[in-house]
T-cell receptor, first 112, second 113 residues
C-alpha cells in the first residue's frame, strides 16, 4: 500500500519560473516529511524537511509547505534552474519512529 | 570522501545464484538501511538495523538477509536469486531511525537473467 503518493510522474518548467511538486499521504501518524533529489546513477540526496508542528520551511530557493488537514505537502523551487532537473522524492515517517516511506518520484525538467 | 559507499555498482547474475552487496558508511551513524527501487521506481524499505534492533519489512522474502559485522557496515546477502529480484538496491544510513534524513549510497543495479 502506497502511503505516500506523488501523482505527477513528470513536470516541465522554464528556467527562472516556479516549480511546484506535490505529494499526498494517507497515514495520519506521519509527522516528519522530507524531500530528496536524485540524479541519474546516484542515490537520493536530502533536500529539505518539515515537521508537523510547522506549515512552512524555507531554505534558499526551496520551500516546503505542509497542509495537515489535507494530508498534502508541496515543494516550491524559485527560481528554477537547469541544474534542478532531477527526480524528486517525497518521504514521510511517523511518530513511532518507523521507517521512512517514499513516494514514486516526480521527474522535473527545467528548460533553459 | 564518499559517505555511504556500496559495491558493486552493477551485478549481473543467473537465477539460482547467491550474491552479496556490500555497504559501508563513514558518517558514524547508528542506523543503516536497505531500500529496493523496483521497475515502477518506488523506493521500498527492506531492512533497518542499528546495534540493538533489526527491523525486517514483512514483504521481504527470507532469501534476503542483512549482515552487519560492525556499526559501519551492513551487507545484503541474497540466496537463490529470482528474475523478480532485478532492481536497484540502495543502502542508506541515518543518525536516528525514522527521525533524521537518510544518506544514500549510489545504488547497485542487480540484473538476474
Amino acid at each position: 500500500d502506497q502511503q505516500v503518493k506523488q501523482n505527477s510522474p513528470s513536470l516541465s518548467v522554464q528556467e527562472g519560473r516556479i516549480s511546484i511538486l506535490n505529494c499526498d499521504y494517507t497515514n495520519s501518524m506521519f509527522d516528519y516529511f522530507l524531500w530528496y533529489k536524485k540524479y541519474p546513477a546516484e542515490g537520493p540526496t536530502f533536500l529539505i524537511s518539515i515537521s508537523s508542528i510547522k506549515d512552512k520551511n524555507e531554505d534558499g530557493r526551496f520551500t516546503v509547505f505542509l497542509n495537515k488537514s489535507a494530508k498534502h505537502l508541496s515543494l516550491h523551487i524559485v527560481p528554477s534552474q537547469p541544474g534542478d532537473s532531477a527526480v524528486y522524492f517525497c518521504a514521510a515517517s511517523d511518530i513511532n519512529n518507523n521507517d521512512m516511506r517514499f513516494g514514486a518520484g516526480t521527474r522535473l525538467t527545467v528548460k533553459p | 570522501d564518499t559517505a555511504v559507499s556500496q559495491t558493486p555498482k552493477y551485478l549481473v547474475t543467473q537465477m539460482g545464484n547467491d550474491k552479496s552487496i556490500k555497504c559501508e558508511q563513514n558518517l558514524g551513524h547508528d542506523t543503516m538501511y536497505w531500500y529496493k527501487q523496483d521497475s515502477k521506481k518506488f523506493l521500498k524499505i527492506m531492512f533497518s538495523y542499528n546495534n540493538k534492533e533489526l527491523i525486517i519489512n514483512e514483504t521481504v522474502p527470507n532469501r534476503f538477509s542483512p549482515k552487519s559485522p560492525d556499526k559501519a557496515h551492513l551487507n545484503l546477502h541474497i540466496n537463490s536469486l529470482e528474475l523478480g529480484d532485478s532492481a536497484v538496491y540502495f543502502c542508506a544510513s541515518s543518525v536516528h531511525r525514522g527521525r533524521s534524513p537518510l544518506h544514500f549510497g549510489n545504488g547497485t543495479r542487480l540484473t538476474v537473467t
